[in-house]
């Protein structure tokens, strides 16, 4: 047996970008047929290791070996040749092709000068029923949800004839049900022999369905262990060096709800109807209150209205229905007036729209508020890095410099720009869309005890997650969104992943 | 503007060990002074010289010897007070196109239209200048022929921001249809309504004129140079204000940069689109002052030809930058004005090449070249 050599096999790799050493020393050893879970704060270098498994980039210093070749700093078109194929984490798909076109792009089946469709539909029909990947051949990528489109990079892969696997953070855009499909058609894979790489940084994933853990931090490969004899306790410890309360295992601490009715609530939304693109409605009569001190979670698998609804609330959307903020109603509120009025917005995308990577974290910690940080028509330059210097202090972020632009921070220190920006402005609701996505775990703990803390402050916060877990954890009342309607709408005592299920996958609808 | 205070939770404590190495960032957290400046002077540097070696290519190709082309063409500029006031003339209404077209792309519009709107800005201000008495002093004139150079450019400029604003059309094909339109009809009423008999532009103005600097120093006779300099310098400046230090330029550059998140931002894009637009076309109505009120005290059909399209130019190389803008237009002026200067030798045409080689180097090699900077210093993930 020890005469095999390990699938893949990293050894002491050094990757730098000028100055900042990305990977220090990195050990990585993958055996045959395992699903390996590669985990570590964002940051820790798992995408610039893989990246150089993948040959995207080469190596500074250290060795490579596949199948106990030594194959150190080879292309991106020897590592496919080889089988070693990665799946990233943004999709790389052409929106206006078809699936099957998709998948044979790069390697297209012809006859004569002509594409073969229907043989390339064929083939992916078939690689579909091998794997269990099930997608339509014909239909194009743009139609497809977000989890079909990641079967396709998967199926794009295999059809390359990949045996070793890499996927990076896969499950950051699926749904749990979605998430348990993808589990089945991995271990489906690594049972007909094939090896995968699973980059993360979600534990419960790690447990779940890896055999063997690699964690990284700053660049170095910290710990290698046998998911069978750790705890995600253990994980978490050896990823951020220290212990950290898991949302996962952290106890939904209740707020005295008042009694409902005996106060008026904070935001109070009525028969909300949105518009999506087609001019078809994504939010169909959504009516919803939110009390002084509660948190209520919308859980549900992204794409079903979450983020029209919300965006609707912030003014960003034309709507039908009735919003009203403490009593007063938004409709003829733009952006800047209800933000005036008490609405603070985290938004789901920070790269889009929560920040402008371009700016200073300084000009990022007025945005919305600029109105507010003037001296006649100019901006109050030092009042402004006053305000920044304290909310870094206050949020810890990293590095402390209000001039920095947004764009040099970690996605965690990019949020907690955001969070802490959102928090300081004087708000009676604030909307968290996504609030934790792509940071690390410790910048989830910290956002996490920031909205608790507004709850308790007595705000009201609508919190949208994609995660379960986080909702269970935080909120007092969970909602669940399918199709557009809210599905259902319970305290938080009746709300387990069992009970939600069934909302979320619309098998079920109350309310 | 006081936030709930944080309560200090020793779990939150920072993580002392193994920082993650941030790019650009190190032990200050700042980027130095000194990589800044490369960054903005280097990759420009680089681009000329890719140009001077492609004009030396050229000028062998005709049997010249490049030493000889480019000292003629530094001693017909800035060898002597006739060159040089030239090139600061020239370089004088690029500043304010080129201005104009920053402008815009900091918005993220592409103002193609900066050559009607020069136009538009000299002919109302010699509109005023004609109803003007004579002997009012320049000082007391100059507003309102600002006025009005701004209010003509600015109304060329606003047409297609609106249009984008209200309906999505897109700016870069409006502004180019106006062109022709209005030029057209700018054309239209001078050769029908305002022109003196027998010539292409209409009667001279008779009240403030702006100063010529050989006025101030007869080693400048001849040349169009005049203080419509100074106007240039003053809205380089004020330009320069208004994007970085005030809120409107604030909120101008975040459309420019991410219309999404400058939505998110409570900003009106729309607002934003159309007031960016048609402070664009003012500014390079402004410019139309250089020739009417500074050099020939008329408005004459095509004097601005060439004008409102090199300034694209300019705002490019000059990186949208209002200083970089003026650097840009002294070069772009002084490759115009040395092509008079060099035409012994090598017809002035390979002056125009040069020029695209410039333009051409700079869109390629700057990126690059920062790219390459960055990489020294560990830049990007």
């Given at each position: 047996m020890t005469d095999i050599p390990p699938a893949i096999r990293l050894r002491d790799i050094v990757k730098s970008f000028g100055p900042v050493q990305a990977n220090r020393g990195a050990e990585l050893e993958v055996a045959h047929g395992e699903i390996h879970a590669l985990v570590g704060e964002n940051g820790a270098g798992k995408s610039t290791l893989m990246r150089v498994l993948a040959g995207m980039y080469a190596p500074d210093s250290g060795t490579m070996e596949v199948e106990g070749r030594d194959v150190t700093g080879w292309s991106t078109a020897d590592a496919i040749a080889a089988g070693v194929g990665m799946v990233h984490q943004h999709f790389m798909l052409v929106p206006t092709l078809t699936v099957a076109e998709n998948v044979m792009l790069g390697s297209e089946l012809t006859r004569g000068p002509v594409l073969d469709r229907a043989a390339a539909e064929e083939a992916v029909r078939k690689l579909s029923v091998e794997t269990g990947?099930?997608?339509?051949?014909?239909?194009?990528?743009?139609?497809?949800?977000v989890g079909q489109a990641q079967r396709v990079e998967i199926l794009k892969t295999l059809y390359r004839g990949a045996k070793i696997l890499i996927l990076d953070e896969p499950t950051a855009v699926l749904s749990p049900p979605e998430v348990r499909e993808l589990w089945q058609v991995l271990q489906s894979i690594r049972d007909a022999g094939g090896t995968i790489v699973l980059i993360t940084h979600k534990l419960d994933e790690v447990i779940e369905v890896s055999e063997t853990i690699t964690v990284m931090r700053a660049g170095r490969t910290v710990a290698r262990m046998a998911t069978a004899g750790t705890t995600p306790q253990a994980i978490a410890r050896a990823m951020v060096g220290r212990d950290v309360a898991l949302a996962l295992d952290a106890e939904y601490s209740g707020a005295q709800l008042p009694e409902l009715g005996a106060v008026s609530a904070l935001l109070e939304v009525r028969d909300l109807s949105v518009a999506g693109a087609n001019g078809q409605p994504v939010v169909k009569s959504a009516t919803f209150s939110i009390a002084p001190g509660e948190i209520l979670g919308i859980a549900g698998?992204?794409?079903?209205?979450q983020t029209e609804l919300v965006e609707a609330i912030a003014g960003l959307r034309p709507y039908t229905g009735s919003i009203t903020l403490a009593s007063r109603d938004l409709a003829t509120l733009n952006v800047r007036a209800r933000g005036d009025a008490g609405l603070s917005h985290i938004p789901e995308d920070r790269h889009e729209r929560a920040l402008i990577l371009d700016y200073s974290v300084a000009e990022n910690l007025i945005l919305g508020q600029q109105h507010r940080f003037t001296r006649g028509a100019a901006l109050d330059t030092p009042r402004m890095l006053s305000h920044a210097r304290e909310l870094i202090t206050r949020y810890d972020?990293?590095?402390?410099?209000?001039?920095?632009?947004?764009?040099?921070?970690?996605g965690g220190n990019q949020q907690k720009i955001v969070v802490a920006r959102e928090m300081a402005r004087d708000f009676k609701v604030l909307l968290a869309a996504q609030?934790?996505?792509?940071?690390?775990v410790g910048a989830i703990e910290f956002i996490h005890a920031r909205l608790r803390e507004a709850r308790d402050q007595g705000k009201a916060v609508l919190l949208v997650s994609a995660d379960l877990a986080e909702v269970l954890a935080l909120s007092d009342r969970v909602a669940v969104m399918y199709g557009g309607r809210i599905v259902a709408l319970l305290p938080r005592t009746d709300a387990t992943p069992e009970t939600l299920g069934p909302y979320m996958t619309g098998a079920e609808r109350a309310a | 503007m006081s936030g709930p205070p944080v309560t200090p939770d020793p779990t939150l404590a920072p993580v002392v060990e193994a920082p993650v190495p941030v790019p650009v960032a190190r032990a200050s957290g700042r980027p130095s002074r000194r990589a800044q400046i490369e960054e903005a002077v280097l990759p420009p540097l680089v681009a000329l010289l890719l140009a001077a070696v492609v004009g030396d290519l050229l000028i062998l190709s005709f049997g010249q010897s490049p030493g000889a082309v480019y000292r003629l063409l530094l001693d017909g500029t800035w060898g002597n007070a006739y060159g040089f006031g030239q090139v600061l003339y020239k370089a004088t209404t690029l500043v304010f196109t080129g201005l104009a077209v920053a402008l815009g792309l900091r918005a993220g519009l592409f103002n193609i239209g900066a050559e009607s709107q020069l136009a538009a800005g000299g002919f109302c201000a010699a509109l005023v200048g004609l109803l003007l008495p004579p002997g009012i002093p320049a000082l007391l004139c100059l507003p309102v022929y600002v006025l009005a150079a701004a209010l003509g450019g600015g109304a060329v400029g606003a047409v297609p921001g609106w249009l984008k604003a209200r309906f999505g059309a897109h700016e870069v094909i409006v502004t180019i249809m106006l062109n022709f339109i209005v030029l057209a009809l700018l054309n239209y009423l001078t050769s029908t309504r305002l022109h003196v008999p027998d010539t292409l532009h209409t009667a001279e103005i008779r009240s403030g004129q702006l100063a010529r600097l050989a006025d101030l120093s007869p080693a400048f006779q001849g040349s169009a140079a005049n203080m419509a300099i100074v106007l240039a310098v003053l809205a380089m400046i004020g330009l320069w204000w208004f994007l970085f230090r005030t809120r409107r330029g604030f909120e101008l550059r975040a459309v420019g940069l991410q219309p999404q998140a400058a939505e998110y931002g409570g900003i009106d894009v729309g607002a934003v689109t159309w007031r960016a637009l048609a402070l664009s076309g003012a500014i390079a109505g402004i410019g139309g002052l250089n020739y009417v009120?500074?050099?020939?005290h008329y408005y004459e059909e095509g004097f601005a030809t060439g004008a409102g399209f090199l300034g694209i130019a300019v705002a490019l190389v000059g990186r949208s930058h209002p200083l970089g803008i003026g650097l840009a237009a002294l070069l772009f002026a002084t490759l115009s004005q040395g092509g008079l200067a060099v035409n012994a030798l090598v017809p002035k045409q390979m002056v125009d090449v040069l020029q695209a080689v410039v333009i051409l180097a700079v869109a390629t090699s700057v990126p690059e070249v920062r790219r390459l900077l960055r990489m020294r210093r560990g830049g990007d993930r």
């Amino acid at each position: 047996m020890t005469d095999i050599p390990p699938a893949i096999r990293l050894r002491d790799i050094v990757k730098s970008f000028g100055p900042v050493q990305a990977n220090r020393g990195a050990e990585l050893e993958v055996a045959h047929g395992e699903i390996h879970a590669l985990v570590g704060e964002n940051g820790a270098g798992k995408s610039t290791l893989m990246r150089v498994l993948a040959g995207m980039y080469a190596p500074d210093s250290g060795t490579m070996e596949v199948e106990g070749r030594d194959v150190t700093g080879w292309s991106t078109a020897d590592a496919i040749a080889a089988g070693v194929g990665m799946v990233h984490q943004h999709f790389m798909l052409v929106p206006t092709l078809t699936v099957a076109e998709n998948v044979m792009l790069g390697s297209e089946l012809t006859r004569g000068p002509v594409l073969d469709r229907a043989a390339a539909e064929e083939a992916v029909r078939k690689l579909s029923v091998e794997t269990g990947l099930a997608v339509p051949p014909a239909a194009k990528v743009a139609d497809l949800t977000v989890g079909q489109a990641q079967r396709v990079e998967i199926l794009k892969t295999l059809y390359r004839g990949a045996k070793i696997l890499i996927l990076d953070e896969p499950t950051a855009v699926l749904s749990p049900p979605e998430v348990r499909e993808l589990w089945q058609v991995l271990q489906s894979i690594r049972d007909a022999g094939g090896t995968i790489v699973l980059i993360t940084h979600k534990l419960d994933e790690v447990i779940e369905v890896s055999e063997t853990i690699t964690v990284m931090r700053a660049g170095r490969t910290v710990a290698r262990m046998a998911t069978a004899g750790t705890t995600p306790q253990a994980i978490a410890r050896a990823m951020v060096g220290r212990d950290v309360a898991l949302a996962l295992d952290a106890e939904y601490s209740g707020a005295q709800l008042p009694e409902l009715g005996a106060v008026s609530a904070l935001l109070e939304v009525r028969d909300l109807s949105v518009a999506g693109a087609n001019g078809q409605p994504v939010v169909k009569s959504a009516t919803f209150s939110i009390a002084p001190g509660e948190i209520l979670g919308i859980a549900g698998v992204e794409g079903n209205g979450q983020t029209e609804l919300v965006e609707a609330i912030a003014g960003l959307r034309p709507y039908t229905g009735s919003i009203t903020l403490a009593s007063r109603d938004l409709a003829t509120l733009n952006v800047r007036a209800r933000g005036d009025a008490g609405l603070s917005h985290i938004p789901e995308d920070r790269h889009e729209r929560a920040l402008i990577l371009d700016y200073s974290v300084a000009e990022n910690l007025i945005l919305g508020q600029q109105h507010r940080f003037t001296r006649g028509a100019a901006l109050d330059t030092p009042r402004m890095l006053s305000h920044a210097r304290e909310l870094i202090t206050r949020y810890d972020i990293r590095p402390d410099n209000p001039a920095l632009a947004a764009r040099a921070l970690s996605g965690g220190n990019q949020q907690k720009i955001v969070v802490a920006r959102e928090m300081a402005r004087d708000f009676k609701v604030l909307l968290a869309a996504q609030p934790t996505r792509g940071v690390d775990v410790g910048a989830i703990e910290f956002i996490h005890a920031r909205l608790r803390e507004a709850r308790d402050q007595g705000k009201a916060v609508l919190l949208v997650s994609a995660d379960l877990a986080e909702v269970l954890a935080l909120s007092d009342r969970v909602a669940v969104m399918y199709g557009g309607r809210i599905v259902a709408l319970l305290p938080r005592t009746d709300a387990t992943p069992e009970t939600l299920g069934p909302y979320m996958t619309g098998a079920e609808r109350a309310a | 503007m006081s936030g709930p205070p944080v309560t200090p939770d020793p779990t939150l404590a920072p993580v002392v060990e193994a920082p993650v190495p941030v790019p650009v960032a190190r032990a200050s957290g700042r980027p130095s002074r000194r990589a800044q400046i490369e960054e903005a002077v280097l990759p420009p540097l680089v681009a000329l010289l890719l140009a001077a070696v492609v004009g030396d290519l050229l000028i062998l190709s005709f049997g010249q010897s490049p030493g000889a082309v480019y000292r003629l063409l530094l001693d017909g500029t800035w060898g002597n007070a006739y060159g040089f006031g030239q090139v600061l003339y020239k370089a004088t209404t690029l500043v304010f196109t080129g201005l104009a077209v920053a402008l815009g792309l900091r918005a993220g519009l592409f103002n193609i239209g900066a050559e009607s709107q020069l136009a538009a800005g000299g002919f109302c201000a010699a509109l005023v200048g004609l109803l003007l008495p004579p002997g009012i002093p320049a000082l007391l004139c100059l507003p309102v022929y600002v006025l009005a150079a701004a209010l003509g450019g600015g109304a060329v400029g606003a047409v297609p921001g609106w249009l984008k604003a209200r309906f999505g059309a897109h700016e870069v094909i409006v502004t180019i249809m106006l062109n022709f339109i209005v030029l057209a009809l700018l054309n239209y009423l001078t050769s029908t309504r305002l022109h003196v008999p027998d010539t292409l532009h209409t009667a001279e103005i008779r009240s403030g004129q702006l100063a010529r600097l050989a006025d101030l120093s007869p080693a400048f006779q001849g040349s169009a140079a005049n203080m419509a300099i100074v106007l240039a310098v003053l809205a380089m400046i004020g330009l320069w204000w208004f994007l970085f230090r005030t809120r409107r330029g604030f909120e101008l550059r975040a459309v420019g940069l991410q219309p999404q998140a400058a939505e998110y931002g409570g900003i009106d894009v729309g607002a934003v689109t159309w007031r960016a637009l048609a402070l664009s076309g003012a500014i390079a109505g402004i410019g139309g002052l250089n020739y009417v009120l500074g050099y020939k005290h008329y408005y004459e059909e095509g004097f601005a030809t060439g004008a409102g399209f090199l300034g694209i130019a300019v705002a490019l190389v000059g990186r949208s930058h209002p200083l970089g803008i003026g650097l840009a237009a002294l070069l772009f002026a002084t490759l115009s004005q040395g092509g008079l200067a060099v035409n012994a030798l090598v017809p002035k045409q390979m002056v125009d090449v040069l020029q695209a080689v410039v333009i051409l180097a700079v869109a390629t090699s700057v990126p690059e070249v920062r790219r390459l900077l960055r990489m020294r210093r560990g830049g990007d993930r």
